[in-house]
């Protein structure tokens, strides 16, 4: 069993920034997938990013992409994402979860995820 805690959310104004963590508990990042999710009121949750056991692959989703950034500090065993031009429609309840990998792979899909954290809520006004 793995416990992940986010951290860093709140209220800003569109264009500010954001930087969300993800501790990890309870085992280490090493050998585990991270990426997170959103989701936002009335829909289902979507994929934001997600980073290989390494921290050596990432991959974004499109509506992200050059503006968000994931990381990883496996000694300290954290997740990172940077939110930068921060827009309304990125309001969501934000989610990082964590899957076993046996290589390093990225991980896009809900459902191979095996850990996910309580949420951080993310609020971005016009």
């Known amino acids: 069993q793995v416990q992940l805690v986010e951290s860093g959310g709140g209220l800003v104004q569109a264009g500010g920034s954001l930087r969300l963590s993800c501790v990890a508990s309870?085992?280490?990042?090493?050998?585990?997938?991270g990426g997170w999710f959103r989701q936002a009121p009335g829909k289902e949750r979507e994929f934001v990013t997600a980073?290989?056991?390494?921290?050596?692959?990432?991959y974004y989703a499109d509506s992200v992409k050059g503006r968000f950034t994931i990381s990883r500090d496996i000694a300290k065993n954290t997740l990172y994402l940077q939110m930068n031009g921060l827009k309304p429609e990125d309001t969501a309840l934000y989610y990082c979860?964590?899957?076993?990998?046996?290589?390093?792979?990225?991980?896009?899909?809900?459902?191979?995820?095996?850990?996910w954290g309580q949420g951080t809520q993310v609020t971005v006004s016009s």
């Open positions: 979860a964590a899957g076993s990998a046996a290589w390093d792979m990225v991980r896009e899909r809900s459902h191979e995820y095996d850990y």
């Open positions: 309870g085992r280490t990042f090493i050998n585990y997938a």
């Open positions: 980073i290989s056991r390494s921290g050596g692959r990432t």
